[in-house]
T-cell receptor, first 112, second 112 residues
Framework: DAKTTQPPSMDCAEGRAANLPCNHS???????VYWYRQIHSQGPQYIIH???NNETNEMASLIITEDRKSSTLILPHATLRDTAVYYC?????????????FGDGTTLTVKP | DGGITQSPKYLFRKEGQNVTLSCEQN?????MYWYRQDPGQGLRLIYY???????QKGDIAEGYSVSREKKESFPLTVTSAQKNPTAFYLC???????????FGPGTRLTVT
């Protein structure tokens, strides 16, 4: 699976949009981009995933560039409860599909 | 109420003892995973299982063993061969290897 690069930390004001970037320049055609978040001392929570089209659900939006080498997770109205570590991973339907790599992620701090 | 359960939440052992961590899911998922997380770091894959009676090593399998005799259960044994067993252990499952993962609450193991 392709590796991802994320900034180690970001701040966001409460009520504003949080835009979390992820680079995955070696992504291959059949690999999806997945986002998870982990609130302190809990198990990670699935947020959203996409292949090449932008996706939106009740939690967030995912914007994937046309060349698929990067993506952005958008939390439209961040709250204090969105403070967490956000992980971007890529995962494909190949023999290594089970070996998704969770890097160190981005620590998002939402401030009042 | 479907989900993944890990028990216990906290576990203490003496050095040199083997210890088994429990992971159970009632989501009818075929795939299950074990990750290790050290303070301030991301998740590292220990083992994963695509289906009953089959499992594969992840990135840090040395010193660990697993079994997958039932679809619902994927216990992890931390053996005395694991040099630094103190960590936060997370179990996850997914419908198949290519689907999003759902995580349990984790077990924090301390070995002294």
């Amino acid at each position: 699976d392709a590796k991802t690069t994320q900034p180690p930390s970001m701040d966001c004001a409460e009520g504003r949009a949080a835009n979390l970037p992820c680079n995955h320049s070696t992504i291959s055609g059949n690999e999806y981009v997945y986002w998870y978040r982990q609130i302190h001392s809990q198990g990670p929570q699935y947020i959203i995933h996409g292949l090449k089209n932008n996706e939106t659900n009740e939690m967030a939006s995912l914007i994937i560039t046309e060349d698929r080498k990067s993506s952005t997770l958008i939390l439209p109205h961040a709250t204090l409860r969105d403070t967490a570590v956000y992980y971007c991973i890529v995962k494909g339907a190949n023999t290594n599909a089970g070996k998704s790599t969770f890097g160190d992620g981005t620590t998002l701090t939402v401030k009042p | 109420d479907g989900g993944i359960t890990q028990s216990p939440k906290y576990l203490f052992r003496k050095e040199g003892q083997n210890v088994t961590l429990s992971c159970e899911q009632n989501l009818n998922h075929d795939a299950m995973y074990w990750y290790r997380q050290d303070p301030g770091q991301g998740l590292r894959l220990i083992y994963y299982s695509q289906i009953v009676n089959d499992f594969q090593k992840g990135d840090i399998a040395e010193g660990y063993s697993v079994s997958r005799e039932k679809k619902e259960s994927f216990p992890l044994t931390v053996t005395s061969a694991q040099k630094n067993p103190t960590a936060f252990y997370l179990c996850a499952s997914s419908a198949t290897l290519t689907y999003e993962q759902y995580f349990g609450p984790g077990t924090r193991l301390t070995v002294t």
